[in-house]
């Protein structure tokens, strides 16, 4: 398989990319997690973009955070694998790039993430560590992580 992303500012999506991108969001976070949540937040805008293809399909994307926008650390957001690319690595792949999306486009700096409670393995695989304790977000176990 061929693997490949792009970053851009929400300014710079096609209408078909950023089609793509909130179908995946919508498809993945509101009818396969059932749940009822405004993902349209108005942070987007403010925000770069991870799209990660495989075969030039998109496999996933990532958001990526400026300081402020809804930590004072910059921040990884609304990360989502499609379905049918689950089982092949790709959360690693597509995290190791949002860090490093991260340090290109805001420098050096510690990450936060809210993440799946059932997921804190994984991200303290990429260095994360647990910060607090959980707490329910749409219904779903979460906690926040910090990478230095």
């Given at each position: 398989?061929?693997?490949?992303?792009?970053?851009?500012?929400?300014?710079?999506?096609?209408?078909?990319?950023?089609?793509?991108?909130?179908?995946?969001?919508?498809?993945?976070?509101v009818?396969?997690?059932?749940?009822?949540?405004?993902?349209?937040?108005?942070?987007?805008?403010?925000?770069?973009?991870?799209?990660?293809?495989?075969?030039?399909?998109?496999?996933g994307?990532?958001?990526?955070?400026?300081?402020?926008?809804?930590?004072?650390?910059?921040?990884i957001?609304?990360?989502?694998?499609?379905?049918?690319?689950?089982?092949?690595?790709?959360g690693?792949?597509?995290?190791?790039?949002?860090?490093?999306?991260?340090?290109?486009?805001?420098?050096?700096?510690?990450?936060?993430?809210?993440?799946?409670?059932?997921?804190?393995?994984?991200?303290?695989?990429?260095?994360?560590?647990?910060?607090?304790?959980?707490?329910?977000?749409d219904?779903?176990?979460?906690?926040?992580?910090?990478?230095?």
């Amino acid at each position: 398989m061929n693997y490949s992303y792009t970053i851009k500012a929400f300014g710079e999506f096609t209408n078909l990319e950023l089609y793509e991108m909130l179908r995946l969001r919508s498809e993945v976070f509101v009818v396969e997690q059932n749940c009822v949540y405004q993902d349209l937040d108005n942070k987007d805008p403010k925000s770069f973009h991870l799209l990660y293809y495989a075969n030039d399909e998109l496999a996933g994307c990532t958001r990526l955070l400026p300081t402020g926008l809804s930590y004072d650390d910059i921040s990884i957001g609304r990360v989502v694998i499609a379905p049918t690319f689950r089982g092949l690595g790709l959360g690693k792949k597509i995290m190791e790039a949002s860090i490093a999306g991260c340090q290109e486009k805001f420098g050096k700096s510690p990450i936060r993430i809210s993440a799946q409670y059932h997921l804190s393995n994984f991200y303290q695989s990429l260095g994360f560590m647990e910060q607090g304790e959980p707490y329910d977000e749409d219904g779903i176990p979460h906690i926040e992580m910090l990478r230095n």
